[in-house]
Nanobody, 124 residues
Framework: VQLQASGGGLVQTGDSLRLSCAAS????????MAWFRQAPGKEREFVSH????????DYADSVKGRFTISRDNAKNLLYLVMNSLKPEDTAVYYC??????????????????WGQGTQVTVSS
């Protein structure tokens, strides 16, 4: 599985961005998907995940109510809409796939395929 994240950029506080993650294979619809982020000098952290069918989502407390994860299984695409962005959201954002489990998990160790990351910078 190859994942290609895109959509990052430099924005101001309060702005919005939509990240996309394109999967290379048709089995995308059978994988739990997630977004993680890593800020400079910090460990990679969970942002959000979505179940195989898209009916179950989960968010880190820091982004709940501002970010929305979704997926289009017909197009092999994962999205993350980020609203009301804050400087503390500045990080490299990674999409990830868990091809081995059905239940979505927050731990990065469950995800066996990762995209290359897309930089999001929020200026104050």
């Amino acid at each position: 599985v190859q994942l290609q994240a895109s959509g990052g950029g430099l924005v101001q506080t309060g702005d919005s961005l939509r990240l996309s993650c394109a999967a290379s294979v048709g089995t995308f619809s059978t994988h739990v998907m997630a977004w993680f982020r890593q800020a400079p000098g910090k460990e990679r952290e969970f942002v959000s995940h979505i179940s195989i069918g898209g009916g179950h989502t989960d968010y880190a407390d820091s982004v709940k109510g501002r970010f929305t994860i979704s997926r289009d299984n017909a197009k092999n695409l994962l999205y993350l809409v980020m609203n009301s962005l804050k400087p503390e959201d500045t990080a490299v954002y990674y999409c990830a796939a868990d091809t081995l489990h059905i239940k979505p998990r927050r731990a990065a160790s469950f995800y066996d395929y990762w995209g290359q990351g897309t930089q999001v910078t929020v200026s104050s």
